[in-house]
């Protein structure tokens, strides 16, 4: 982990397998638990067609952090 002054990052959040709902607050929940990473706000869920896809309707979302960790830092 590389830390640097705190930048502001967006995260896009999608599933549309098993409990959407509950894998995505589980996502919101260890995004928020990153080191040097601070929750600042949430988008509220929208529902999407898969595009170019079979299955169901994904649920999405946006998370805003404020975060030291560099952007492969933070995707990983």
Request: proline letters at 7%; charged letters at 15%.
């Amino acid at each position: 982990m590389i830390l640097r002054d705190p930048v502001t990052a967006y995260v896009a959040l999608g599933a549309n397998l098993g409990d959407a709902q509950a894998t995505l607050r589980w996502a919101v929940g260890e995004i928020a638990r990153l080191p040097g990473t601070q929750l600042v706000r949430q988008s509220a869920w929208y529902q999407s067609a898969p595009v170019d896809a079979q299955g169901p309707d994904f649920l999405n979302a946006v998370v805003q952090v404020s975060t030291v960790l560099t952007a492969p830092a933070l995707l990983e």
